[in-house]
């Protein structure tokens, strides 16, 4: 039993009370990543220098000022290393950023900071956030608590893993195309999709900027909104954030679905849904009915187009997104190149692993003259045509419910042979990130001992209604108190 | 061996003319646009280094001096812009990408009126479009030997104007005339220091040839770093003369981009058409469209200034100058402003015109400085020029006075005080040196007598080198006649 299975709000009720301290839970924090973490190995680096100083910090902000400071103040957070850190090296899980140092520190991650959040560590993620496994790191398997053989889910996977084994209380991931979702769904916590532009992407290594978006994972729904509400809002250094206000995450959490149209997408159910997914999906639906939603089945009929859309759209932002990678400023770089050709060639070859090295030929190619037109102008259309469908979809419906993904959590090294089985495993997130709506995913069961998320996905700005959604689901299943059997692997 | 006949080859140039704007912060991030002479790397930040996570946020004013340059150029403004990543690798480009404009520029349509040996042309302009500039490379010596390349960044992400011009222009001698007023209306809207030299503003030219007469159009090659008027004007001269020569021999141009040496006064080729770069364009992600409003672009007009052509035509008409001497004046905005100032303090325009564009010209070319950088102001040239045009200094005292003041910084009318200088204009001082020369030069009054009018000038001269000048010369001449009396018929 560890203090870290507390909820966020109930941890800062007793940092208010000065129950417990800030460095109390620090120190809880980063013994238990040493104690468990070497058997699940969702930690790149730990920072504990760090976290002591913004604990300490957090102690007298709270001694100070109790009611004023934020519930966050003193609370233990891991980042995806994809988000740069100021100080603490940021390698995207790749060795071509090995040993890189950031100047800066994420908005995302200065928010967090700013409030008094403390940081643990970085967390392992596929290289680049490319992949729906975690298997992509260039540095270390990243397990699944539940089932040690199996994959935590990608690419946020180190985020989903330090929050379900109860490392940290809540992580920062990145979602793509299902990133943050997706482990969320295997390893059974909340994992946030914000609507695009909600948070800032200035400092986030960019995979497909006009795709990602930064997000929370964390035990519960409210933990959730408390992160989200946290580190959203409009940021000077990202043209692409939204202006409108944020508004109170919270407020309506409570407000049940009683009324709610909720829209099942006849679509998705025809991906081929393994038996047990489905079964805890209808369960979930049920609940939802008996709840008082209102639920119907509607059509995304470019669904089937979305796959091989995002495989144009997102790998050609790649090619572009990391030709900055070009051992010059950072990375090990080439010594002795012949020309400067060869420097590229051996920097970029001996830094990237196979599958960005895959995504960047793809992308290289799709917006090559010749085949811009018929690659990535055509997925552009139909990504248009997506963002239509979801735009028309909540003209009708409150919510759209789905699983999370096809399928629990598959074994290491089952997909990894077949590139075109793992991409399909993002087919139901993806479409979100094409048109841009924010979607989260919420423990939902567990299919034959394995964790199982519903994914809801809200309108452009429609963070409150997905939330409230969930929170409905979780109330009535508490999934969250079920920590993964993690008595096998403490050290 | 059979000889080729020989054709009249036509020249078609066009330019692509690249100028850094004057903001005060780069084009995506706020580190300074004016990178001159700071150490190496330190004018940079994470988005100019182009770091990992790091994003660029336009900047505004860019937007505005290029909507600006571009109404200046008679351009169309779409109310629909974006910015598009053109990717490619070199060390001097940190993110692997420029960030610049393909299919939606800032403007198109536009055209310069330009004046060439005494007629007007009116080449197209296509588009202006805005992007950044690329950082530097430095080697030991010449880069071929360099035992290393040093990259310094001070420069990435400068704001930097693309202006395309249409093949509009048939020989170099028009394609210098159109980049000298291109440059011109680029100072007169102060969007751009005009400096070639230090590559603030660059120019590569696109020429082909074709039979006079012809429409069609010839395999054209590009033509890059000449860092002057000249060297434009000397690479395309060279590659008229290169292109023709082959084209006589019965062969064929190579289309190419091809490098102006200095050195050698050649072009030498860098890079056929098999290497052209695939740029793979595609719109930048990580910045929103722009809308650009009509209530926007008209306020921008409103706050055009006067340009070449009106001011000069109006030089012409309100002045009553020379067509040549109001271009001359109205080659940069300070040379116009210092001008009016002076008119403004009440010097007859003429007066003002010949002594701005000979000797205070004369004075700022030796020490390179412009009219509005030199000691000498335009009230102080006022206030000479106008002790000139009162008959109280002489011409050639008021030259010595000007070139004293513009070394000293001191007054011209109080140099002329301290100094004497004023004219002698005492009748009885200047009589008794009158009867003195006359008694000097019998020779010469006995000839003005003799009805040598002309014979009066050397009488004239003498009393004035006898007073080093200062004598008034209007009293010098009418003392002269009275004691000489009618010269006879």
């Known amino acids: ?491 | 061996m059979s000889v080729a006949t020989r054709v009249d080859w036509e020249a078609v140039i066009g330019l692509e003319v690249h100028a850094q704007l004057l903001t005060r912060s780069k084009m995506f991030c706020s580190c300074r646009a004016d990178y001159l002479g700071l150490p190496p790397n330190s004018n940079t930040c994470p988005t100019c280094l182009g770091l990992p996570g790091a994003l660029p946020v336009i900047n505004r004013e860019a937007v505005r001096m290029t909507i600006r340059t571009a109404l200046a150029l008679n351009c169309e403004i779409p109310e629909f812009t974006k910015f598009d990543r053109k990717n490619y690798f070199y060390p001097d480009l940190p993110k692997g990408y420029q960030i610049s404009q393909y299919d939606l520029p800032l403007s198109r349509n536009g055209w310069l009126e330009v004046e060439v040996e005494g007629r007007t042309v009116r080449p197209g302009i296509t588009r202006v479009h805005l992007e950044e500039d690329a950082g530097s490379l430095h080697h030991a010596g010449e880069i071929q030997n360099s035992p290393f390349s040093l990259v310094d960044l001070n420069r990435a992400g400068v704001p930097l104007m693309e202006i395309v011009g249409e093949p509009d222009l048939r020989s170099p001698l028009e394609a210098r005339a159109y980049l000298t007023t291109l440059r011109q209306v680029l100072l007169y809207i102060g969007v751009n220091d005009g400096n070639m030299e230090e590559g603030s503003l660059r120019c590569d030219a696109n020429i082909s040839l074709r039979p006079r007469g012809s429409e069609g159009l010839g395999v054209k090659v590009e033509v890059k770093n000449m860092n002057s008027f000249r060297s434009l004007q000397r690479a395309l001269e060279f590659e008229l003369r290169r292109q023709s020569e082959l084209l006589d021999a019965g062969g064929e141009v190579a289309q190419e981009t091809r490098g102006w040496s200095e050195a050698e006064q050649r072009t030498v080729s860098q890079r056929s058409k098999e290497e052209a770069q695939e740029y793979r364009y595609f719109p930048e992600p990580d910045l929103p469209p722009l809308r650009v409003s009509r209530e926007q672009v008209e306020e921008i007009r409103s706050q055009l200034p006067e340009l070449p052509p009106a001011r000069r035509a109006r030089f012409e008409s309100q002045y009553q100058l020379a067509p040549q001497l109001a271009g001359l004046l109205t080659a940069r905005p300070q040379d116009s402003q210092y001008f009016e100032q002076v008119v403004g303090h009440g010097v007859s325009p003429q007066l003002a015109a010949n002594w701005q564009s000979q000797e205070l010209q004369g004075l700022c070319n030796a020490a390179n400085l412009g009219v509005e950088e030199c000691r000498v102001g335009p009230a102080a040239l006022a206030g000479l020029l106008r002790l000139l045009e009162e008959g109280k200094i002489s011409s050639r005292s008021a030259k010595e006075v000007l070139a004293e003041a513009f070394e000293s910084g001191r007054d011209p009318a109080q140099l002329v005080r301290s100094k004497g200088l004023g004219l002698i204009q005492d009748p009885e001082q200047l009589g008794q040196l009158v009867e003195q020369a006359m008694a000097r030069q019998p020779q010469a009054v006995a000839d003005f007598q003799a009805g040598k009018t002309q014979a009066l000038r050397s009488l004239v001269g003498l009393v004035m080198g006898m007073t080093k000048g200062q004598a008034d010369p209007v009293l010098v001449d009418r003392l002269l006649r009275e004691r000489l009396g009618s010269p006879q018929a």
């Open chain 1, 1 to 491: 039993m560890t203090l870290l299975e507390e909820p966020i709000p109930e941890l800062a009720r007793r940092l208010r009370r000065r129950q417990v301290s800030a460095v109390e839970l620090a120190r809880e924090s980063l013994a238990q990543v040493e104690r468990i973490d070497p058997g699940l190995g969702a930690f790149l680096r730990t920072t504990p220098e760090l976290a002591l100083a913004a604990a300490e910090e957090a102690d007298r902000r709270l001694a100070a000022d109790p009611e004023g400071s934020s519930p966050l103040c003193g609370i233990p957070l891991a980042y995806k290393d994809v988000l740069c850190t100021e100080g603490v090296e940021t390698t995207a899980a790749s060795q071509i950023l090995r040993g890189f140092v950031p100047p800066y520190s994420a908005t995302a991650v200065a928010r967090l900071n700013a409030l008094g959040a403390v940081p643990i560590g970085k967390v392992n993620c596929d290289e680049f956030a490319m992949g729906s496994s975690n298997e992509n790191s260039s540095y270390q398997t990243t397990r699944n608590p539940w089932e040690l053989d199996r994959v935590p889910g990608g690419s946020s996977g180190g985020s989903a893993v330090a929050v379900a084994s109860r490392l940290v209380c809540a992580a920062l991931g990145s979602d793509t195309g299902g990133s943050i979702r997706l482990p969320a769904s295997f390893t059974g916590v909340v994992g946030y999709k914000p609507t695009y532009g909600r948070v800032s992407r200035y400092g986030l290594i960019a995979f497909a900027s006009s795709l990602d978006q930064v997000g929370p994972l964390t035990k519960t729904v409210e933990e959730a909104a408390l992160v989200l509400a946290a580190i959203a809002g409009p940021d000077p250094h990202d043209s692409t954030t939204l202006q409108e206000p944020v508004g109170d995450l919270l407020a309506g959490l409570e407000q049940g679905v009683r009324g709610l149209r909720l829209g099942i997408p006849r679509e998705y159910l025809e991906v081929g849904i393994e038996a047990p997914v489905e079964r805890v999906f209808e369960s979930s639906v049920e609940l939802l009915r008996g709840l008082g939603a209102e639920i119907s089945e509607i059509s995304l009929p470019t669904t089937e187009y979305a796959l091989a859309a995002y495989y144009v759209i997102a790998p050609a932002e790649v090619s572009s997104n990391l030709a900055r990678m070009d051992g010059v400023r950072f990375g090990p770089g080439a010594e002795r190149a012949q020309s400067l050709r060869q420097a590229y060639e051996t920097a970029r070859h001996r830094g990237f692993g196979p599958e960005v090295r895959r995504r960047i030929a793809l992308g290289t190619y799709a917006l090559s003259s010749g085949y811009y037109d018929a690659y990535y102008l055509r997925a552009q259309k139909v990504r248009t045509l997506v963002a239509q469908d979801f735009a028309q979809a909540f003209e009708k419906v409150d919510a759209v419910i789905s699983p999370t993904a096809p399928t629990a959590a598959f074994r290491l090294g089952e997909r990894t042979a077949d590139p075109l089985a793992m991409y399909a495993t993002d087919i139901l997130t993806l479409p979100a990130n094409l048109a841009g709506v924010s979607g989260i995913s919420v423990p939902a069961g567990f299919a034959e001992g394995l964790p199982v998320g519903l994914q809801v996905l809200g309108p452009s700005l429609g963070e409150a209604m997905c939330l409230r959604v969930a929170r409905a689901l979780e109330r009535e299943l508490e999934i969250w108190r079920q920590a993964p059997p993690l008595e096998r692997v403490a050290a």
